[in-house]
């Protein structure tokens, strides 16, 4: 049964009428039409369907529709600083951090909810972070490489934003 | 070679845009308007007649439009041997097999109606191994074998279940261990592993009731080997079909042939014109689509004491599973190149391409090599160490040089093998001192591609100095977008950024055999560049007019035409495409290149003359060590040295060398899809089927070697597959060093690495 739901979609007021049991990832996907989260697993194995659910990443194959009413959610296509790519995103063009793309919107999730934890990560921390996120096409070297240099210049934008302020 | 300006350098990814902002549509995501939802009832027994099918509670089922099993869609299809029906016929023959479908306005419905079917079966003999399906009496899993249409190059064999025999001949093996003064046999064995490309399988369709024309829109490999499967299947000429490929989220081998084509087409034909999407989930796409073949190798070498091979037979028993698919091809081109890139005398081959009770094996990348190295290039070690010779040194010894005849009757060109083995040993200090219990193990291979083919391209470029390719080849990750972007921007002498690639419908784009085989920078790039040259001499000639120039005083630089000596008075390429041909016009260039094969594999010897437009040749090489309180395998680190011909661009060949080194890494130590004693995947989940994770991942050194093709565009050869094909056989030899002792089963599980060392320890 239908119910309407309210809540905050990369930053604007989204209202719906889906089922409590839709899965957050089929509401985005099939109700939405918002298609960049993508499903590899559906059973919270793969990474490919991470989102952010109030600022904790999450993968939206495990959320209900019925968990979200008054929640702030952002996709990949939230990811953008208006017309300007993440520095995550832009790191991953630069490095060649996707080859067929599939995982990258989780990816590229993940990797900026762990660089907000730790922004000056070691090769073996972003390893682990990113343990949950399966890639089949890179063997996951170019991702690491764009994690660290995403995480030098998040670091670089910190210490001018401090040196200005 | 040296003044190339985009070729061989390393340039981005054109299509990253997308795929970094969630913009890119994949075939998964792909919702057409008015779409109708498709589910499937899959086989519950792994080999059974079916003795009823009921579909009436579920066609009456509210918000059903079509449910339909085999007797609705009355078709078979096969690459080779038309063996596979859209949906059981009769019998089935694996459990995953799509017996029944349904199409409904949302998938929940779909779902509820799936219930409603019921089947009722009676069980036949199953095999689960080739050998088992091949022993004399064992019942025909086809027993309309005879009768199917085939290809002229199968071979069968007084075996049951053998859907191909393929025999290589040469010299006389007794002779040859007359010859040598060791002989050693073994058996090895490699399990089945499914590409698990990140994107799950769909497959949408739509008839056209009026014209009754078929549009398939699916992330498909090899369109136009699709397009043709379709108009063979149907009886409907090629013009009646149309098959457009959204992006695709990886493949890896799985997404060629007809897979969910079928049963969406199957439905299409009873909705009235709605189209049907249908989608697997993970867990369908493990049981029901398609499998690497599982392999049982056995090998019996001849060698001298000084290390000279004198001769090898191999029999190779290729798991098939339920349908040919590209078993017979597999079995092939697996089965020639399985001694190994060695001058060996005397040698004898026979493959067997086996039908079993298990999900249907396809193409995998490495294309049957995989299997065969891991056998051939452990058993070199054995060999090696008996021989107390070091591995290095042993394949030196023997392996292919230039000029050399192949076993198979070739004679070899731009062989790059000697410079990987050394570069791929140097990088992890092969023969330096290295801890105890530390291993090193290496492994080399070559690597035909499908020959002969065809690529045919076209490039456009329009009044707004815009250039397009017109290229059949499919960008499943592997770059080809980029590379072929490369092409034309280097023949046309424009920035990339003003390239792009035409989407691929079998409508407006010119044919393409297939993108496999590694074969697409050698084959499409040769005919992107040739339509490229073609555009440009025609932009050439339209600027001798608008210039008053001859030909030889024009140059084409920065998309612009100019005089040698007066480079202020330069036209664009869209300037002079309005001039000449008006606002609105498209100059076109064309090219196709064919690959043309000399004399014909002989059915009887497995001999050719040219069996291969080019070989890619790569070295792997390893260092591990072993947890002995747990048999876990630690990778240390892994060099991969590969021959690409000509690297069009390094950055993009260092990444498809890291990625087939993963998932060869996890051929090698995890990856095994179980089946049990009833023929059922006990592992269909990313939970229990274990992928390389980031952690499972040790520094990997890529080696690029370039041994120039004479043909290939630049020098190029291919290197998509080789990439995880020695990985497994390099890690084994890295364990057997470390633990001295050898594993020859697939993958190097800690239990069987825990059992290798009770085994040592006992002796």
């Keep these: 049964m239908s119910q309407p739901i309210e809540f905050t979609l990369n930053g604007r007021a989204t209202s719906v009428d889906a089922p409590a049991h839709r899965l957050l990832l089929d509401l985005l996907r099939d109700e939405i039409g918002v298609t960049g989260t993508k499903e590899g697993c559906g059973t919270g194995d793969c990474g490919a369907c991470t989102v952010y659910l109030n600022g904790k990443p999450v993968n939206s194959c495990l959320v209900l529709t019925g968990e979200l009413a008054g929640a702030d959610v952002v996709t990949i296509e939230g990811l953008k600083e208006g017309d300007a790519y993440h520095p995550i995103q832009a790191a991953f063009i630069e490095d060649g951090g996707a080859q067929c793309g599939y995982c990258t919107p989780g990816m590229l999730m993940m990797a900026k909810s762990f660089l907000e934890e730790n922004p000056d990560p070691t090769d073996d921390e972003i390893r682990f972070a990113l343990s949950g996120n399966l890639c089949r096409c890179t063997g996951y070297v170019k991702i690491v490489e764009a994690v660290q240099d995403a995480a030098a210049e998040l670091r670089r934008r910190a210490a001018e934003g401090r040196n200005n302020g | ?763």
């Design chain 2, 1 to 763: 070679m040296d003044d190339l300006n985009v070729v061989g350098h390393p340039v981005t990814r054109v299509d990253v845009d997308e795929k970094v902002t969630g913009t890119a549509t994949y075939g998964y995501d792909l919702v057409l308007p008015d779409m109708l939802h498709g589910k499937v009832l899959f086989s519950t027994r792994a080999h059974a007649r079916i003795v009823s099918i009921d579909l009436e509670k579920a066609r009456r089922h509210p918000g059903v439009v079509a449910a339909i099993s085999g007797a609705d869609a009355p078709w078979t299809h096969g690459e080779s041997i038309k063996d596979k029906p859209f949906l059981a016929q009769g019998k089935v023959r694996y459990i995953g097999e799509p017996v029944a479908a349904v199409a409904a306005v949302d998938e929940d419905t779909a779902q509820e109606a799936l219930k409603l079917i019921a089947v009722e079966y009676e069980d036949l003999p199953a095999y689960f191994t080739p050998e088992d399906a091949c022993q004399p009496g064992a019942t025909a899993i086809h027993e309309e074998f005879e009768d199917y249409r085939k290809a002229p190059f199968i071979v069968g064999a007084p075996m049951p279940n053998v859907c191909e025999h393929f025999k290589l001949r040469t010299g006389d093996t007794a002779e040859g261990f007359r010859q040598s003064d060791m002989v050693l046999e073994e058996k090895y064995y490699v399990p089945i592993i499914q590409h698990a490309a990140m994107e799950p399988h769909s497959a949408h369709a739509q008839v056209d009731p009026e014209s009754g024309r078929v549009t398939i829109w699916v992330a498909n490999d090899a369109p136009f080997r699709a397009l043709t499967e379709v108009s063979e299947a149907l009886g409907l000429p090629q013009e009646q079909i149309r098959l457009i490929n959204p992006l695709q989220g990886g493949g890896f081998g799985s997404k060629g042939g007809l897979k969910l084509e079928p049963i969406a087409m199957g439905l299409a034909f009873q909705t009235n014109g709605r189209p049907v999407r249908v989608k697997f989930n993970r867990e369908e796409t493990f049981i029901s689509t398609l499998v690497r073949h599982e392999a049982t190798v056995h090998i019996k070498s001849g060698v001298k004491k000084d290390g000279t091979l004198t001769a090898r037979h191999m029999t190779l028993y290729w798991g098939g599973g339920a349908y040919a698919e590209k078993s017979p091809t597999v079995c092939i081109r697996g089965s020639l190149p399985s001694p190994g890139p060695y001058r060996i005398p005397h040698v004898h081959v026979d493959g067997y391409a086996v039908y079993t009770n298990k999900p249907v094996a396809g193409a995998f990348r490495g294309y049957g090599i995989p299997q065969g190295a891991w056998a051939t290039e452990q058993h070199m070690d054995e060999l090696a160490r008996r021989l107390a010779m070091d591995p290095l040194e042993f394949r030196l010894k023997n392996v292919f040089v230039d000029g050399d005849m192949a076993y198979w009757g070739e004679q070899l060109h731009s062989v790059g093998l000697t410079e990987t083995l050394t570069k791929a040993a140097e990088a992890i200090d092969w023969g330096k001192p290295k801890p105890a219990g530390v291993g090193r193990g290496l492994a080399c291979i070559s690597k035909p591609t499908r020959s002969p083919t065809t690529s045919k391209a076209g490039v456009l470029v329009d009044a707004d100095n815009r250039v397009t390719v017109l290229a059949g080849t499919v960008e499943i990750g592997q770059g080809s977008n980029t590379i072929l972007s490369q092409v034309a921007a280097e023949e046309l002498r424009v920035p990339i950024e003003q390239v792009q690639v035409a989407p691929l419908d079998t409508d407006a784009i010119p044919f393409d055999a297939s993108t496999t085989s590694s074969r697409s920078t050698y084959h499409m790039g040769n005919a992107v560049r040739g339509a490229a040259i073609h555009a440009r001499e025609q932009l050439l000639e339209m600027a001798g007019h608008a210039l008053e120039g001859k030909q030889e005083e024009l140059v084409a630089a920065g998309g612009r035409v100019h005089l040698k000596d007066n480079e202020d008075m330069a036209l664009t390429y869209g300037e002079l495409i309005r001039r000449r041909l008006g606002a609105d016009a498209v100059l076109r260039g064309d090219a196709s290149y064919t690959y043309e094969i000399g004399k014909d594999l002989d059915l009887e010897t497995g001999h050719s003359d040219h069996a291969s437009a080019f070989y890619m040749y790569a070295t792997q090489a390893a260092e591990a060590s072993v947890d002995e309180e747990t048999g876990r395998v630690r990778l240390h680190r892994v060099s991969a040295a590969h021959d690409v011909g000509k690297a069009i661009n390094p950055l993009n060949c260092v990444a498809q060398i890291e990625g087939g080194v993963a998932q060869g890494i996890g051929s090698a130590l995890h990856e095994n899809l179980v089946i049990d004693e009833n023929g059922k995947v006990r592992n269909p989940s990313f939970l229990d089927y274990h992928l390389v994770t980031s952690l499972d991942v040790p520094e990997i050194i890529p080696i690029v070697v370039e041994c120039a093709e004479p043909e290939g565009p630049y020098g190029a050869k291919g290197l998509g597959e080789p990439g995880l094909a020695p990985t497994p056989a390099a890690i084994g030899n890295a364990v057997a060093d470390a633990i001295k002792s050898r594993i020859r089963d697939l993958p190097l599980t800690p239990e069987r690495v825990f059992r290798a060392l009770e085994e040592r320890d006992r002796k």
